[in-house]
């Protein structure tokens, strides 16, 4: 069965503290993206990978096919950065999304 | 640049009543085109996706039913909704199947 599972569900931080979510995925996927889905709804790609890591301003997506998981870290979180984040996995043509993690920074 | 659009962004609709939510994306040509649902506290849950104008994959046997017109127009609809129809939905394209996506702002419904 293809499965996406993510931890922690809720995530709360304070201002300023390096925050990581994990995904983990069972075989067969072929990409792994990060979603970003803000408190009115809408939803932004953050990351698409389907290896090693990549960066943007201060989030940084990593993915250990090995391990069949992945992380997203946030560093100097900012209360901006509460949202829900969702990791997918691609299985053939097919999105298989996760729960999502409840973020929320705290000034 | 590429844009998509849906509406409307909130209704409330008796049960039984028909529904259409409209979506429309801009700037692209052929895109792949997905209507997901996202009910209160869940995950996203893929309805519909459509790679080509008149192609329709169901992915959830229930009331409601998917249609591309045109190749930059996707329309969800019901005759009749159900309690269980409330929820978030959002429209989504991608270049890719299934690839990057890019989501429109989301339909609230809510059925009473």
């Known amino acids: 069965k293809n499965e996406v599972e993510q931890s922690p569900q809720n995530l709360t931080a304070q201002e300023g503290e390096f925050i990581t979510i994990n995904c983990s995925y069972s075989v067969g996927i072929s990409a792994l993206h990060w979603l970003q889905q803000h408190p009115g709804g809408g939803i932004v790609s953050l990351f698409m990978?389907?290896?090693g890591k990549k960066k943007h301003g201060r989030l940084i997506a990593t993915i250990n096919i090995q391990e069949k998981h992945s992380s997203l870290h946030i560093t100097a979180s900012h209360p901006r950065d509460s949202a829900v984040y969702i990791c997918a996995g691609e299985y053939g043509n097919k999105l298989v999304f996760g729960a999502g993690t409840i973020l929320r920074v705290k000034s | 640049s590429q844009t998509i659009h849906q509406w409307p962004a909130t209704l409330v609709q008796p049960v039984g009543s028909p529904l259409s939510l409209e979506c429309t994306v801009e700037g692209t040509s052929n895109p792949n085109l997905y209507w997901y649902r996202q009910a209160a506290g869940r995950g996203l849950q893929l309805l519909f996706y459509?790679?080509?104008?008149?192609?329709i994959s169901s992915e959830v046997p229930q009331n409601l039913s998917a249609s591309r017109p045109q190749d930059r127009q996707f329309i969800l609809s019901s005759k009749k909704l159900l309690l269980s129809d409330s929820g978030f939905y959002l429209c989504?394209?991608?270049?890719?199947?299934?690839?990057?996506?890019?989501f429109g702002e989301g339909s609230r419904l809510t059925v009473l």
């Open positions: 990978l389907s290896s």
């Open positions: 989504a394209w991608s270049k890719r199947l299934p690839g990057e996506l890019f």
């Open positions: 459509s790679v080509g104008i008149g192609q």
